[in-house]
């Protein structure tokens, strides 16, 4: 009997960039990112896809073990433009490696961040928010861009929205900058979205909602009276590449496509973590 799969299309790069276009639009990465496919051919096939959050040693060498034909990597390698490629420095021996195996690499970062159906708009749903909006609009799609915020349908606190997210977003920590305000409009910036402090307290927010903070954008959050709920900048947006690889292997059933096994939070905690949140 023939394999059903076997009777699908062969797939290559352009196929898969031309769906991630249609999940994380290009147009909606920041002027400072590097997003698209950054190594490889487009007329290269693929069988094997690996999604991560980012490219390290170990999600490189899972990529290889497992013979990925294309890695989707939510942080962009390179980021910065680079004048050589070589195993010397740390970021020239990752793509080295890759291309060695002739394993491409795509990047969606700040247009995943606010795609439709993003990052930041997934979380807004994990807090069950209404009336979501960007918090900085796209100037030609303004119902779309950086940032979202909403509105919970019944005032809450900040401990119980910390539990909330722990229950549904994996590696989720919470730390918070405290406020006694009532929360009833919460901005969302995944990974480090501290600059949406300032915006989001013009938005009328009470509370901010990102991966990680620097201290004087925690003591600016406390200054303007609003909440900073931090749950880890890995916890954040991995969920997110998780989700992403199992919306590809829908789209693409004769593709293995996983989400990394490998790659993990490089920030841990040195105690016993047995106080809950109260």
Known sequence: MTDSLSLLPAVTVRDLVQIMEQIAPLALSESWDNTGLLLG???AAVE???TCLTLTPESVQEAIQQRASLV??????PFKPLAKITSESYTGHLIWQLASHRIGIY??????DSAPDGINAQLARKLSLIDIEPLIPNAAQPQLGAGRFGRLTRASDIPTLA???SSTVPHCRPRAVMTDRPIGRVALGCGSGGT??????QQGCDLLVTGEATFHTCLEAQSLGMGLLLIGHFASEKFAMDQMATRLANAFPQLTVW????????VCSLMNET????
Not at 72 to 77: A, E, R, T
Not at 259 to 264: F, I, K, V, W
Not at 275 to 278: A, E, F, H, L, R
């Open 41 to 43: 051919s487009m007329n």
């Open 48 to 50: 094997r896809v690996m």
């Open 72 to 77: 989707i990597s939510h942080h962009p390698l």
């Open 107 to 112: 990047s969606p970062h700040t247009a995943w």
């Open 163 to 165: 539990r909330k997210l």
């Open 196 to 201: 949406f402090v300032s915006v989001a307290a």
């Open 259 to 266: 989400g990394s096994l490998t790659e993990s939070d490089p």
């Open 275 to 278: 106080k809950s949140i109260p």
